[in-house]
């Protein structure tokens, strides 16, 4: 899934509230729209944000290498959070931005967190042109297909462009993806196939890179059931070309759901049970014991792979803290890929 | 045995209570002299401390409007797009109240009480009518906002934070803001500020709050003061516990004949004495909460009448001042008694009680020998001193020096009288009185030091007063100040006043380093108000044609002690313009140097800043309809224009507050030392009787004694005040001329209010005749028996 | 042998000053002496040094066969509390403590309180009906009879009086006097009375003359 973190909500909702999930996420939503099956997701309408939803996202990770071959990864996530279902102007608007980056290499990783209001201009985005900004990072360009991303904290900075080579990519039921077996769900898809290319500016200088990129679109009012206290979530890009999303919910049973997609970009959707991940080790974190090594198994397409970290501190200090880093593929598929862990509380 | 030595001590207090109460009360009263004054410091301070950290804005650099004007929003989130990691801030008045508009999602850290936990919901404060962050006594100021007020103890005193966009509205300021606060971490990648808004400066973070340098001046006046106060306190302390054991001398001699130890004998009275010192240290400590909840409200409408500095007119009980103040009264306990403790120790079993006052005859020449010493010391450190610290050496060694000498000088004078004295009545009173100041001693210096602390502070507050009036007059001449809100409005009232004003006086201005320090440099037309209004410390001769014949500067004080810089020194003002230094002025309470070039050459320095403030010189009669005209006709509103009359007004009302709280501090100074007196008088009653028992048998009735004692303690009373007039007077030298030019950069005039000193005086002996009455009314009932009783057994 | 001085020696610095030139003498358990000599011959020193309130500068002075010469203050005092009692011309009462106060206060100091015996004490020197006024609501003679009261109730080996009826009349002096023999007498005690009157001198069985600081 990409449940990924509406940190935001520990910032806005009340204390008694952020007791349910993680993140608050799964806190009750009146006044807020609902993700329904029979909702058909249009472009690019649907690029842009969704006021009347609780929570959003657009998340984009990468794989990449540098001109000696150094793997390297990145992060770039724009998260909206409402106080209430729609927009305005000034600052009396209910829309709260937060933005995400990061820079992980074989041995650092590099954090920068945005916050701003909306209304007054400071972070949005718009369907078409595509625009997605908060403060000076930006992803926009033309068109969906072809964008230019960009993040700078005190210690880093980058400056990427993308390419999409492939379709989008709808998960769950066409695009609508349940989150838990009391029927909770999001409105979910990808776009998994940007070819990349940049600059990252490092504390050791600046390194050009090429690589492959995945971006996320989700949103919902409430994606996780009560109980489900955190997620473990993959996005694996094969050396044959064919990729997999799965994620586990870990709650009083534990939920999974996952989409395979072939080179081609045909995406198929698989039930809870069929995805499965089992923590290989513990790495000891920021004081917590976070799994960074997992045996990773698929069976219904003959996947049985084990996922390592590429840096097991790719801790996120932020304000929800969590984990967030590129990795490694290796077994009866090799590739790479990023995986997120929520939830691991010290 | 320890019980029965403690009995014994303790079986004292119980046969003599009004000893015991004076030792308690002279305890507690210097205690509560020294923590009421610390106890109004400590609020004051803390107050802008909250204000401080209510904010936290000091740590952090900002960024203003470089003509000083509010920021747009646009710019706000241009400076965001292009990488500043930057908060905005509105501030304002609403109600009286300063309302402090942030951002909490961009705030740096430590900024503001939200997130900051206790209360703090953000979406409370972000949304809907919002909340709004006060004290109680604030928020009931700010009635019908529609906000929740939400209590918060540790903010600043009249000030509420609330969100930007509320604070946007109750201040009917959209779009607007103040200035922005700069993170301390930027990203890598943001673009200069001169590319992305050149009309936007940054400074650096502050070292210490604006309000907080403005109003040291002030502190340093009740700082010298609780000093004093101190000092006052010290003698008083010294005496009480002088007394006490004076009067146990035979009882601890008796005891230790019957065989107890000295060492057990020592400690026991050290412990008995510590109990008492807690005991009247804590009396002393919620006296001086009172004295201190009483001024305050008057120190702070000072405080922000003067200054703008915003002080809670209401006292908390800090636990620090219970500390402090216990601690004085330990400390004051400790050094006075290890004094007595130590003469105790050396008391040899067997001579006969030697009275104090023998002791302290014997000691005279000691403290006149002290006294040279330390008033040479305090000469010296005026002459040569260097510092803060040396200035407070040098108030110090001044003031005990001071003290020291009394007792030499009054013996002298009293010599001198005896001499001259004729009949033998008039002889015996001499002589007598002379042998009285021994025992008196104490309590006279700390009369003494009363008397000079009050002439020393009044004449530093009046002549605080009548330079800062002075300086009004100077610097407030025009008759009517309007500021514009921008060129288009400057251009409109200008029309308007060119035509209705008899003069307009553009004031020009720039923020600048000059000769490496902070500075502002200003453009002054050349006009007969300066001419005939501004006064200068030094001048070169026609400084006013000089000037306007753009040969040189004017610098202010500050500048002149802090930069060096001399008439005739060259100032580099500006790009490609170095010029002479023409005048020096005064310039006080003013924290930075400022520099007056002539209106020709301020603008050919600074040619992008227009004038945005103006003087307008009218008759006093017309600046009514002046205001009216400029409203309606270029829509000034009013609070953009201020009446000379009305800020002289308010200035005035402020000194007269401040007179409040000195006076009130005059009175319980002299009240102190004036118990002092009656302590010792009634000490010294038992002790005279054998000296007073023969004058009486030989046909002196007790009532012309008692009046005769009266009339002693007026006539020390009066040489004492005589004496503290100078050493008064030297204090306030000392405050305005060393103390204050170290401490901010600016000599204040001394002036002399003879008036108020002969009012002091009366109040002193005023002060000594009412500590007298008592014992002489006492000496006026003793039954002939007791006086007999000296005959009887002989002492 | 109770007291034993031999060639006690003491000198004040200043002039004027009383000097003791080398004073020996024996005290047996119960005897009593009159120590006569003209004012400033030096006996006041010598009771003083006997008493423990001051110390020889060479010499020994022993009571009961213990040297005081190495004594420190604190043994001296504990020397004060229990075995020996000074009665001072000046009286010395603790004048904020009654009369029963004071009587019993040196015996409590030295832990020997016996009311009974203060009760005794008190009737022989007729103060019951004093005890619980204040010294100075009492006449000079009985403040001494209080002074000697609080001497003896702890019962001490040792009575040092120095001139206690000086502030007496003389027949109020013969009356203390005769009581305080009477008394010392009955507990055993050694008594030494400074005295410069013959009269009184005449009434103990042996007499030292002190004569610029020398036994004549």
Same mark, same amino acid.
């Given at each position: 899934m990409n449940v990924k973190a509406l940190m935001l909500l520990l910032l806005l909702l009340p204390p008694q509230a952020v007791a349910q999930g993680f993140a608050g996420l799964g806190t009750q939503s009146e006044g807020f729209a609902m993700p329904t099956p029979d909702r058909v997701l249009t472009f690019p309408a649907d690029?842009?944000?969704?006021?009347?939803?609780r929570i959003e996202w657009w998340y984009l990770t990468a794989n990449m290498t540098g001109p000696d071959g150094t793997p390297y990864g990145l992060q770039w996530t724009l998260f909206r959070s409402a106080l209430a279902p729609h927009d305005g102007q000034?600052?009396?608007?209910?829309q709260l931005w937060m933005g995400h980056a990061a820079i992980t290499t074989p041995d650092a990783h590099y954090v920068a967190e945005r916050l701003a209001r909306g209304g007054i201009g400071q972070a949005g985005v718009a369907a078409a042109p595509f625009s997605a900004w908060i403060d000076d990072w930006v992803m926009q360009g033309?068109?969906?297909e072809h964008l230019r991303l960009t993040a700078s904290g005190p210690d880093f900075a980058y400056d990427v462009n993308l390419t999409a080579t492939g379709p989008l990519v709808l998960h769950g039921q066409g695009g609508y993806s349940v989150k838990s077996a009391a029927g909770q769900a999001s409105h979910y898809y990808s776009q998994p196939f940007f070819d990349l290319s940049g600059t990252l500016t490092l504390p050791g200088g600046d390194v050009a890179v090429t690589g492959r990129a995945w971006l996320d679109r989700e949103w919902s009012s409430?994606?996780?059931?009560?109980?489900?206290q955190g997620w473990d979530w993959f996005s694996l890009s094969f050396d044959t070309g064919e990729k997999l999303m799965g994620f586990v919910l870990r709650g009083n049973t534990d939920y999974t759901a996952a989409t395979w997609i072939d080179a081609g970009g045909q995406a198929t959707a698989l039930v809870d049970g069929a995805f499965a991940a089992a923590p290989l080790n513990r790495h000891s974190v920021a004081g917590r014991q976070v799994p960074t090594a997992w045996q990773v198994r698929l069976p219904d397409r003959g996947v049985d792979v084990t996922v390592t970290a590429?840096?097991?501190?790719?801790?996120?200090?932020?304000?929800v803290p969590y984990w967030e880093g590129p990795v490694a593929v290796t077994g009866s598929h090799t590739g790479v890929g990023y995986l997120e862990m929520t939830g691991y509380d010290n | 045995m320890t019980r029965v030595i403690l009995s014994a001590l303790a079986s004292h207090w119980r046969r003599n209570p009004l000893q015991l109460i004076t030792l308690l009360a002279g305890l507690a009263l210097a205690t509560a002299l020294w923590s009421g004054v610390q106890a109004i410091n400590a609020e004051a301070r803390s107050s802008y401390d909250a204000a401080a950290a209510t904010?936290?804005?000091?740590?952090f650099a900002q960024i203003t409007a470089r003509d000083g004007q509010p920021i747009s929003q646009q710019r706000y989130v241009a400076l965001r797009r292009a990488g500043w990691a930057v908060s905005p801030v509105i501030e304002g008045r609403l109600n009286g109240v300063r309302i402090v508009g942030l951002?909490?999602?961009?705030?740096? $850290?430590?900024?503001?009480?939200?997130?900051?936990?206790?209360?703090?919901?953000i979406g409370a404060f972000l949304s809907g009518a919002g909340q709004i962050f006060a004290r109680e006594d604030t928020l009931a100021r700010l009635?019908?906002? $529609?906000a929740q007020g939400v209590v918060a103890q540790?903010?600043?005193?009249?000030t509420a934070v609330t969100d930007i966009g509320l604070a946007q509205r109750l201040l009917a300021r959209?779009?607007?803001?103040?200035r922005l606060i700069v993170a301390p971490d930027q990203p890598l990648t943001r673009r200069p500020l001169a590319e992305v808004a050149p009309d936007l400066i940054q400074s650096a973070a502050?070292?210490?709050?604006d309000v907080a340098r403005l109003t040291d001046s002030f502190h340093l006046n009740l700082t010298a003061f609780g000093l004093l106060s101190f000092a006052v306190g010290l003698f008083i302390v010294h005496g009480a516990i002088g007394l006490a054991f004076e009067q146990r001398r035979p009882m601890v001699r008796t005891l230790r004949a019957l065989g107890a130890p000295l060492g057990r004998l020592i400690a026991l009275m050290a412990v008995e004495l510590a109990v008492l010192g807690l005991i009247a240290g804590g009396l002393g400590v919620g006296l001086g909460y009172l004295i201190a909840a009483a001024l305050l409200p008057d120190v702070a409408a000072t405080l922000r009448g003067l200054y703008g500095a915003d002080v809670s007119g209401q006292l908390a009980l800090r636990p620090v001042w219970w500390i402090s103040g216990l601690a004085i009264a330990l400390g004051g306990t400790a050094v006075a008694a290890s004094g007595a403790l130590w003469s105790l120790a050396r008391?040899?079993?067997?001579?006969?009680?030697?009275?104090r006052a023998w002791a302290m005859a014997r000691n005279s020449k000691v403290g006149a020998a002290a006294s040279v010493v330390l008033l040479v010391l305090s000469a010296a450190l005026a002459v040569w001193g260097q510092g803060l610290l040396a200035g407070f050496v040098m108030l110090g060694a001044l003031l005990i020096g001071g003290a020291l000498a009394l007792p030499p000088l009054l013996s002298l004078v009293l010599t001198l009288a005896e001499a001259r004295a004729r009949g033998p009545v008039s002889q015996w009173f001499w002589a007598d009185t002379r042998q009285q100041v021994p025992g008196l001693s104490l309590a006279l210096m700390a009369l003494l030091l009363a008397m000079a602390a009050n002439v020393g502070v009044s004449t530093m507050v009046s002549s605080f007063r009548l330079t800062f009036t002075g300086f009004l007059d100077q610097r407030l001449a025009s008759e009517l100040y309007v500021s514009a809100e921008d060129a288009t409005q400057a251009a409109a009232i200008l029309a308007i006043a060119q035509d209705q004003a008899d003069a307009v006086l553009p004031l020009l201005s720039a923020d600048r380093q000059v000769a490496g320090l902070p500075a502002q440099v200003y453009g002054a037309r050349d006009h007969a108000t300066y001419r005939v209004n501004w006064q200068f410390l030094r001048a070169v001769p026609g400084v006013w044609d000089s000037l306007a014949r753009g040969e040189g500067v004017l610098i202010n004080e500050q500048m002149y002690r802090?930069? $060096?810089?001399?008439?005739g020194s060259v100032v580099?003002?500006?790009?490609?313009a170095s010029l002479a230094v023409l005048g020096i002025y005064g310039d006080y309470g003013n924290p930075i140097g400022q520099v007056i070039v002539t209106e020709n050459v301020f603008r050919s320095l600074f040619p992008d800043i227009t004038a945005l403030r103006f003087g307008l010189r009218t008759v006093p009669d017309r600046v009514a309809a002046l205001r009216t005209r400029l409203q309606e006709g270029?829509?000034?509103?009013?609070?953009?224009m201020i009446d000379q009359a009305a800020i002289k007004a308010l200035s005035l009302s402020v000194f007269e507050r401040t007179f409040t709280v000195t006076t009130a501090l005059n009175v319980l100074t002299l009240a102190v030392a004036g118990f002092a007196i009656l302590m010792s008088l009634l000490t010294l009653a038992a002790m005279r009787l054998p000296q007073l028992a023969p004058v009486w048998a030989l046909g002196l009735t007790r009532t012309r004694l008692a009046l005769l004692d009266l009339l002693r303690a007026v006539v020390l009373a009066a040489l004492t005040g005589a004496l503290a007039l100078p050493l008064g007077l030297a204090l306030a030298w000392a405050l305005l001329a060393v103390v204050n030019v170290e401490a901010f950069g600016w000599r204040l005039p001394m002036y002399l209010f003879p008036i108020d000193y002969l009012r002091l005086g009366g109040l002193a002996l005023l002060a000594a005749t009412l500590a007298a009455l008592w014992p002489a009314w006492r000496l006026s009932r003793t039954p002939p028996a007791h006086l007999l009783g000296v005959f009887r057994h002989e002492r | 042998m109770l007291l034993c001085l031999r060639d006690v020696v003491k000198t004040y610095p200043g002039p004027g000053a009383a000097v003791l030139g080398g004073v020996s003498f024996d005290l047996d358990r119960g005897a009593m002496l009159a120590l006569t000599g003209e004012s400033g011959s030096g006996k006041s020193t010598l009771l003083h040094l006997i008493g423990g309130l001051d110390t020889a500068d060479s010499g020994m002075v022993s009571i009961e066969g213990t040297?005081?010469?190495?004594?420190?203050d604190g043994g001296r005092a504990a020397l004060r509390r229990g075995t020996v009692g000074v009665i001072f011309q000046q009286f010395?009462?603790?004048?904020?403590?009654t009369v029963a106060a004071n009587i019993a206060f040196q015996a409590r100091l030295s832990g020997r309180h016996d009311p009974d015996r203060d009760r005794v004490l008190a009737t022989r020197l007729g103060l019951s009906d004093h005890?619980?006024?204040?010294?100075?609501?009492?006449?000079g003679g009985q403040q001494q009879r209080v002074a000697i009261a609080r001497t003896l109730a702890p019962q001490p080996k040792l009575v040092l009086a120095d001139e206690?009826?000086?502030?007496?009349d003389e027949a109020t002096a013969d009356g203390v006097l005769n009581l305080l023999r009477d008394l010392v007498e009955e507990t055993g005690a050694g008594l030494i009375l400074v005295t410069h009157s013959e009269r009184l001198a005449a009434r103990l069985p042996r007499r030292l003359h002190l004569q610029a600081g020398r036994l004549a």
């Open positions: 690029h842009g944000a969704h006021p009347d939803f000034g600052w009396d608007t209910p033309p068109d969906f409430q994606p996780l059931a009560a109980d489900q590429l840096n097991p501190d790719a801790w996120m200090q932020t304000s | 904010l936290g804005e000091g740590q951002e909490p999602l961009t705030a740096p $850290g430590g900024l503001g009480p939200v997130g900051a936990g206790g209360g703090a919901d009635t019908g906002t $529609g540790d903010a600043a005193p009249n959209p779009d607007q803001i103040d502050a070292e210490g709050g008391m040899p079993l067997l001579s006969g009680v030697q009275t802090r930069a $060096g810089l001399d008439l580099a003002v500006g790009p490609g270029a829509g000034v509103p009013d609070g953009a | 040297d005081l010469t190495p004594l420190d010395n009462l603790i004048p904020s403590l005890l619980h006024k204040y010294p100075e609501q009492l006449s206690p009826t000086g502030n007496l």
